[in-house]
């Protein structure tokens, strides 16, 4: 028993955590989540930063890496038109270190 928790510390937990591989969807019944993109930072729940490579995407700080197929993410979304349709609100972020989130309590929905 202690084999098998110790493999999921070391193998399956650091890939549930560490990641933010988003996949985008056609269809809102297709996404785990509804997101919006808000105008200001000051709307926002999460500050969101595109990375440019999967191993950059690390915890659940807002830097998500979008990949090409579904299977390859952690997270599908679906982008809604009007913010009282999302689940979260999100703002990009120009820079790296401004990605973060304002919100706390919608912390859980990217785990």
């Known amino acids: 028993m202690y084999k098998c928790s110790l493999f999921f510390r070391l193998?399956?937990?650091?890939?549930?955590?560490f990641s933010q591989k988003i996949f985008t969807?056609?269809?809102?019944?297709?996404?785990d989540l509804k997101v919006f993109v808000v105008n200001y930072e000051s709307q926002s729940d999460l500050?969101?930063?595109?990375?440019?490579?999967?191993?950059?995407s690390k915890?659940?700080?807002?830097?998500?890496?979008?990949?090409k197929?579904?299977?390859?993410?952690?997270?599908q979304?679906?982008?809604?038109?009007?913010?009282s349709?999302?689940?979260?609100?999100?703002?990009f972020v120009k820079y790296k270190s401004q990605s973060g989130w304002r919100n706390n309590s919608?912390?859980?929905?990217?785990y």
Do not use: M
């Open 11 to 17: 193998c399956l937990l650091p890939s549930l955590v």
């Open 25 to 31: 969807t056609d269809y809102p019944s297709q996404s």
């Open 47 to 56: 500050k969101v930063f595109k990375v440019d490579y999967q191993s950059q």
């Open 59 to 67: 915890g659940n700080e807002g830097l998500w890496y979008f990949v």
């Open 69 to 75: 197929y579904s299977s390859q993410s952690d997270k």
């Open 77 to 83: 979304i679906y982008f809604v038109d009007y913010p």
């Open 85 to 91: 349709q999302s689940d979260l609100k999100i703002f």
């Open 106 to 110: 919608k912390k859980h929905l990217l």
